[in-house]
Nanobody, 129 residues
Framework: QVQLVESGGGLVQPGGSLRLSCTAS????????VGWFRQAPGKKREEISC????????NYVDSEKGRFTISRSSDSKTVYLELNNLAPEDTAVYFC??????????????????????WGQGTQVTVSA
């Protein structure tokens, strides 16, 4: 089972951008589809996006289409989530997750946390002036 590590969070002003990274240590993400989630204080965890193992498929929840972009490095070992035009309501801990049985497909975003067996510790994103 891979261990995931997120990085790239921080404090950003409204309208700003961040790029979050997700890697595996130990292990490697080469052959895994990966998803991103977030959880704000006092709120339930929200799904954001997923990307297939070979990066040919990405999918997003409707609310985040256009502002957030998921991608993989050329060696497929790192998965990124680019956050643009951030607002205070985007403040949350952002998690990446994976599972050996996960296949990220196109269409309606139907994945939930229950589809993912391996999670990182999260990276904090704070949007504030």
């Amino acid at each position: 089972q891979v261990q995931l590590v997120e990085s790239g969070g921080g404090l950003v002003q409204p309208g700003g951008s961040l790029r979050l990274s997700c890697t595996a240590s130990p292990g490697t993400l080469d052959y895994y589809a990966v998803g991103w989630f977030r959880q704000a204080p006092g709120k339930k965890r929200e799904e954001i996006s997923c990307i297939s193992a070979n990066a040919d498929t990405t999918n997003y929840v409707d609310s985040e289409k256009g502002r957030f972009t998921i991608s993989r490095s050329s060696d497929s070992k790192t998965v990124y989530l680019e956050l643009n035009n951030l607002a205070p309501e985007d403040t949350a801990v952002y998690f990446c997750a994976t599972d050996p049985g996960l296949i990220c497909t196109a269409g309606n975003f139907h994945y939930t946390g229950a589809d993912f067996g391996s999670w990182g510790q999260g990276t904090q994103v704070t949007v504030s002036a």
